[in-house]
């Protein structure tokens, strides 16, 4: 098995500390610099490999570190097939709670890695249900702050974990790193990081 | 709506995580000082709402605070109706995971809040559903010594997060407290915590 540093292609402050707490060792963090590609017309699915695919590829056309593990991923949120994304304001954030609240949703995250002319590329499904919300929540929530800067406009590792009556799936596929998934990645590739 | 004040009835580094991430005010914590009571003969889901309720009494019984919200909870993991505890050393920890490699087990967190003379007790079972683990992943796992203290010699929000395939249910309960369940029972006494 080679040994192998990771670059990881994302600005995300959750997905650095997924890493940390599964106990893998500090990753190079790398961001895309490239604006995210339009990709009008996409499933949900497919929308997220390829922007994790290009993601992880422009970060390894800077990257010059001899035998790297260069990780993209991109994570959606789906409502009966419509994508939400992040909100642009306090009060997209209350609407998006609001058609979330008693419903089920979909998450998607996309992976990819490249590793010596390699790339693997992964999808993980993960299903969310949301209890019913007050307006009293909702309001309380969005006033927090805390759904601005998020898909969907909730965070389930934070205050809107009291929101989730159930999942099916990955739960740190939610929070925007399928960690199983991701080990099954190295050990396809043969790498272990460090 | 009232305000009251939270004592947490439980020593868990865990549980008092998940209560501040979630965005709860900082509880007093108050463990339980009697001996767990044994229960040798119940099913997990009888089980662990009967110690979550003993362990809500005995902090009550300490807890001059008036109003206060008291807060049981006791998680265990079961492996074809057999309860998995604490492994009571590595050897025990490994056994544990092999049996969990590659199969679904179920967690049960039971919880108990007492308040003013009134006491909700309710229960949560998620289906885990482990990868399949090789013995390298298991004695890598067992020697950071993490398995030693966690029912059934896995913590999810740790270094064992890669091991799970899927989960059905809730994810805070896996970790010790259902987050969910926790609000809604805060609802129906009429609480909001300070």
């Given amino acids: 098995m080679q040994k192998a540093p990771l670059i990881l292609a994302s600005a995300s402050p959750r997905r650095l500390a997924l890493l940390r707490e599964a106990g893998f060792p500090a990753p190079i963090v790398r961001p ?13 699915g497919e929308m997220v490999t390829a922007l994790a ?32 994304g992040k909100p642009r304001d306090a009060e997209e954030a209350g609407d998006m709670l609001r058609r979330l609240s ?3 949703h979909a998450v998607y995250t996309g992976l990819a890695l490249l590793h010596a002319g390699r790339e693997l590329v992964r999808r993980e499904v993960t299903r969310v249900y949301f209890r019913e919300l007050s307006q009293w929540e909702i309001d309380a929530y969005v006033s927090t702050g805390e759904p601005l800067d998020k898909a969907g406009a909730y965070g389930i ?23 199983c998934t991701f080990s099954e990645m190295l050990k396809e590739l043969d790498v272990e990081l460090l």
């Fill in 102 to 104: 008693g419903h089920r």
């Fill in 157 to 179: 590792q934070g205050r809107a974990g009291v929101f989730v009556r159930r999942l099916e799936g990955d739960y740190f596929s939610v929070v925007g790193l399928p960690l």
């Fill in 32 to 44: 895309a610099l490239a604006p995210e590609p339009r990709l009008a017309g996409l499933a949900p």
């Fill in 53 to 84: 695919l290009a993601k992880a590829r422009d970060a390894a056309a800077r990257s010059p570190e001899p035998g790297a593990v260069v990780l993209g991923a991109d994570t959606v949120v789906a409502l009966d097939g419509e994508i939400l």
